[in-house]
């Protein structure tokens, strides 16, 4: 059922002051794939945009950086529970008011039969009778994907409604609901097409009913700018936007949202129709956020050069300069020219009553940060930072950050002191509940310090952030344990050490883990002793085979014993050395078993699965080449190596007694040939599965109840079989 906004608050169409939907916002976000920006940028909405300006925080992905309006129900509700007194409760006040059909409502007029039909409660629900019936055309549909009767004509709805409303408002006395009528009477006419008439409306009675209610005054006040609006008034409209700006902050978004492009000739119009010098300054500020920052800020730099929307102008100006050099899905422009920037930032410098003189100074130096003008940046940095009046936290964390950024850029003078805030960085925290991400700088960080490490190969690279390769690779693993283990001192070590993705206890575990792989079940165990994952338990049975694998299946049906880490590599170990003493079918099937089910197709994959690496930032390189995203990934190639298991299947295969053991190996050795098969980059296309030696070898054998099992189970080996 859709709720009712028409008592007080119905939302206006899309060029009205009060039509803004918060579904716009959350659709924006949900449809935006990938990164948003304020994970990217370094520098922060909340640390520039001062708390009334919110909304106004700069982001390309979407309309509003903070959506932030009056709680118009909650406020509603007060005003009708006033009204009323104690003739109802206000959770059946809401009701009435937000869940009520009109037919429901309708049905409440009964009560005119009774004594008291004249009271408060009767003349609402008489109001309310006739604000449902209005309901459907000023709560009309936006956006192209509204499905909703496409023969609904709001503007003879609207027609229909007007006279009624016209003779409701100058039949009453009662000022509380004469207010209440003058708004739907300025919005009927809206919506049915006569805005003039509208306009005469709010301008005869608005006035004398303020007193009444403000908020429903300057509601009425924005009926009044849409109907300018709807006229191509634009100056007179957007004065009354900017004045109802001036006025409240949770007029700062809708205000914005209605507001139309000028010519220089109504720009002028619109100044001379604000009441006030603030005012002007919105009409100034709407300008420069939409269209001319540069002009706008000197206007505002002449009328008051303290006004806060300086620093609103100053941070939408660098955020989207550092979109346009960095990049984010668009390809980036180093080259982009910083000058006019650069210009305008300084006469807020040079202005001997400015108040956004710290925030002009750290715009120049990003910029400059941003075009490699490192020396230059620096000195613009400790001026904003001498200028900083220290009243938003944020925005003095965003100068350290900047200052990071400028550290990073000298990594061969690195000290202690730049060791201690690299880990400042690193330990900040922010999401988008709080509106600050810290994302940014932390990837940046990471990305300078890989950067660095692999200009010159330096083994440290593989500590910040290794290649899937580079953990496929024993040596390396190697070479990363002997930097953990190692008790360097110097600053950048240090700090290495101190952010490296994997602790020192993970590459024993990473090493254990490639050992197993490889067959070296000895060294295996030692380093996973070292790890302290050797007691983690292993679902399943490892040491078995089913001939359609199922890890989920095999998971649910083991009921035990379970094998810790440790006890599945010594039962891989005693297996080994029970196979050399006395070779049998049963060691070697087991061991093929084992290392099988190491593999992706087994019950036993997640043998090599550690959590998330520290530090680690989903993020390609500039050859877009992602790096391992998770520990068990730096399994990537073994996960589809099935040689070791190949080997000790052929085993079995020689030491088989049976045809029924025949049987088994010859389809364990299949599965094998079929991962081989999957596995290959140029395999034929349109084909799933081609019929290997040892699938034709088990067709010998239909006389065992294996291969009846195969038959039943195995689809491919069914097909085949009807094919010969």
């Known amino acids: 059922m859709k709720k009712t906004f028409s008592i007080v608050f119905t939302k206006l169409n899309r060029r009205a002051l009060f039509i803004f939907s918060i579904a716009s916002f959350l659709i924006s976000i949900a449809c935006a794939d990938g990164l948003d920006w304020s994970d990217v940028s370094h520098v922060s909405n909340k640390a520039f945009i001062p708390t009334y300006y919110s909304p106004l925080g700069y982001n390309p992905q979407i309309s509003y950086d903070d959506y932030k309006e009056y709680d118009y129900r909650s406020a509603n509700l007060e005003d009708w529970s006033a009204y009323l007194g104690d003739k109802i409760t206000k959770e059946k006040l809401d ?28 003349k609402f629900i008489d109001y309310l009778s006739l604000a449902k019936r209005s309901e459907r055309f000023a709560d009309g549909y936006l956006y192209g994907w509204y499905y909703e009767d496409q023969t609904f004509s709001k503007d003879s709805a609207a027609r229909a409604m007007k006279d009624v409303w016209v003779a409701e408002f100058n039949a009453t006395s009662d000022e509380f609901l004469k207010q209440r009528m003058l708004f739907q009477v300025v919005r009927n006419h809206y919506f049915s097409g006569d805005p003039a008439e509208g306009i005469a409306f709010s301008k005869k009675y608005n006035s004398d009913l303020r007193k009444i209610n403000e908020l429903m005054y300057w509601r009425i006040r924005g009926y009044e700018a849409a109907c300018y609006h709807k006229l191509k008034n634009y100056p007179q409209s957007n004065a009354i936007y900017a004045e ?7 007029y700062v978004q809708l205000s914005d949202y209605s507001f139309h492009f000028m010519e220089d000739a109504d720009i002028l119009k619109c100044l001379e129709l604000c009441p006030s010098d603030e005012a002007r300054i919105q009409v100034w500020m709407m300008i420069g956020k939409n269209y001319d920052p540069y002009r706008a800020i000197e206007e ?21 300069k550092e979109l346009e050099i ?131 190969k330096d083994i440290r690279r593989l500590a910040i952030r290794p290649t899937t390769r580079e953990l496929q690779k024993m040596e390396d693993l190697h070479a990363l344990r002997v930097f953990l283990e190692s008790n360097q001192t110097e600053p950048l070590s240090a700090l290495v050490k101190e952010i490296a993705c994997y602790s020192l206890q993970d590459v024993y575990h990473l090493i254990a883990v490639r050992y197993t792989f490889n067959n070296d079940i000895e060294n295996a165990i030692s380093f996973l002793k070292k790890s302290g994952a050797d007691t983690l338990t292993i679902s399943g049975n490892p040491f078995s085979s089913r001939v359609r694998d199922c890890h989920e299946c095999d998971h649910a049906e083991y009921k035990g014993p379970f094998f810790t880490k440790l006890a599945f590599l010594e039962g891989m170990k005693q297996r080994k050395n029970e196979l ?114 040892h699938f034709q070898s088990l067709a010998n054998y239909s006389q065992t109840k294996y ?3 195969v038959l039943n ?12």
């Not at 109802?244 to 949770?250: G, S, V």
């Not at 505002?300 to 989207?320: D, F, Q, T, Y």
Request: aromatic share 14%; hydrophobic share 35%; proline share 3%.
């Open 244 to 250: 109802m700006m001036a006025q409240n902050e949770n």
């Open 713 to 724: 189970e195995c689809g491919y080996f069914r097909t085949y079989i009807n094919k010969k």
């Open 326 to 456: 960095r990049g984010l899905y668009e390809e980036n422009n180093p080259q982009a020219d910083i000058d006019k920037d650069i210009t305008v930032f300084k006469k807020i410098i040079n202005h001997p009553e400015a108040k956004a003189k710290s925030q002009a100074y750290a715009a120049i130096s990003y910029l400059l940060y941003l075009k490699g003008s490192y020396n230059t940046s620096w000195e613009f940095l400790k001026n904003a930072k001498s200028a900083n009046l220290n009243e938003n936290e944020l925005y003095t964390t965003n100068l350290r950050i900047f200052e990071v950024l400028l550290e990073l850029e000298d990594l061969d003078h690195f000290s202690d002191d730049n060791r201690k805030e690299m880990m400042w960085v690193m330990q900040l925290q922010g999401n988008w509940e709080t509106g600050v991400s810290y994302y940014g700088i932390q990837e940046t960080l990471i990305s300078k310090l890989n950067e660095y490490f692999r200009a010159s």
């Open 707 to 709: 291969y009846q099992k």
């Open 300 to 320: 505002i730099l002449r009328i008051n050069p303290k006004h806060a929307s300086i620093e609103v102008l100053v941070g939408r100006m660098i955020s989207a």
């Open 580 to 693: 050399l003493k006395a070779p049998t079918f049963t060691h070697a099937l087991e061991l093929g078993n084992a290392f099988y089910n190491l593999s992706y197709h087994g019950n036993a994959r997640l043998y090599s699965e550690m959590s998330a690496p520290k530090y680690y930032f989903y993020w390609p390189n500039e050859k877009h080449e992602w790096y391992v995203d998770s520990y068990y990934m730096n399994v990537n190639e073994a996960w589809n190596n099935v040689e070791e298991a190949h080997m000790y299947y052929e085993k079995a295969l020689i030491y088989a007694q049976s045809d029924e053991q025949k049987a088994e190996a010859h389809y364990l050795l299949s599965k094998c040939e079929y991962v081989d098969f999957i596995s290959k980059e140029n395999r034929p296309e349109n084909t799933d599965f081609i019929a290997g030696k």
């Open 95 to 122: 009701e009435l008011l937000y869940t009520f059909t009109q037919e429901q409502i309708d049905s409440l007029r009964e009560v005119r039969e009774k004594p008291d039909k004249k009271g408060p409660f009767c």
